[in-house]
């Protein structure tokens, strides 16, 4: 792994706050909704708290997207790191090295918990992959640069079409995370597109930068999150400095401590490594 002791200087905070948003589900974010809807019986949150559980076959659930939209993502971010590398004239041995390592490297995300559904197991992953670097091309280029409006109203589009396309195909061919079916490479690919297109607009367009900076101190250290959550025991960090407030409160207030704590114990460790300019990558 390389240590960028500094980030680039040109790069879509949208994408690290996408990122951040992807990272924060399964970094403990989910357990604070979980914790919300066993607290308050509430619907909507035990709504969500059923879209944070993966769909047992067909169907979709938010949950089954997390890994789907890391390689959307790193597929955006591929484009930006080619021509970074290509005018830094590296070799092709250097280049073809880093590239093998950015599609081996995202597959497991869940903490301690293998993801059967690597990206080589299955033709229709690499699709997912390749839809996040056509959109990363689009990016890339000058079209549309002097209309960033326009260029999200495109991404929007597309993200609506593919979304239809999925529901459509759904009727014959299943979405399925397990199977990865084309149906759900489309449905999710749709869905990933106005997810980026929204973070882009907000952050990159209207420049609401601050309101990013929560994902974003995620999302510039994705791997060290998930190589530190199999290491370190953040639950039991976050007992330590938590206990005591749950045993002042009743039981059905502990899912949302553990939540909060767990979330907040992991934050401030990346936020650390941020201030410091730490950002491991592959």
Not at 36 to 59: D, M
Not at 158 to 173: H, V
Request: charged share 15%; with cysteine; net charge positive.
């Amino acid at each position: 792994m390389e240590n960028q002791n500094k980030p680039a200087a040109k790069r879509l905070q949208s994408l690290d706050a996408l990122r951040g948003f992807d990272m924060f589900w399964i970094m403990g974010g989910g357990g604070i909704f979980v914790g919300l809807a066993t607290l308050t019986g509430w619907p909507v949150f035990q709504w969500w708290a059923e879209q944070l559980e993966h769909v047992p076959w067909n169907g979709f659930r938010f949950y089954d997207m997390i890994f789907p939209l890391f390689l959307f993502i790193a597929g955006i971010s591929f484009p930006f790191s080619m021509a970074k590398r290509i005018a830094m004239n590296e070799s092709r041995q250097s280049i073809y090295k880093h590239v093998i390592g950015r599609l081996i490297m995202p597959g497991k995300l869940n903490h301690g918990n293998h993801d059967p559904e690597g990206l080589f197991s299955t033709v229709p992953a690499i699709g997912t992959a390749l839809l996040g670097i056509f959109t990363g091309e689009f990016m890339h280029s000058k079209y549309l640069n002097d209309k960033p409006l326009k260029k999200v109203l495109f991404l929007v589009l597309a993200g609506i079409a593919l979304m239809i396309i999925g529901k459509i195909w759904d009727l014959t061919f299943p979405i399925n995370k397990n199977l990865w079916t084309s149906s759900f490479v489309c449905f999710v690919g749709g869905l990933s597109l106005l997810l980026f297109a929204i973070f882009y607009l907000i952050i990159d367009v209207w420049q609401y930068k601050k309101l990013a900076f929560f994902f974003v101190v995620i999302g510039m250290n994705p791997i060290t999150i998930y190589l530190t959550g199999r290491i370190v025991n953040f639950r039991s960090v976050t007992r330590f400095f938590f206990e005591g407030i749950t045993d002042l409160l009743p039981e059905t207030w502990t899912p949302l401590i553990e939540g909060i704590g767990i979330t907040t114990v992991a934050w401030v460790f990346l936020y650390i490594l941020y201030k410091k300019k730490i950002f491991p990558r592959v």
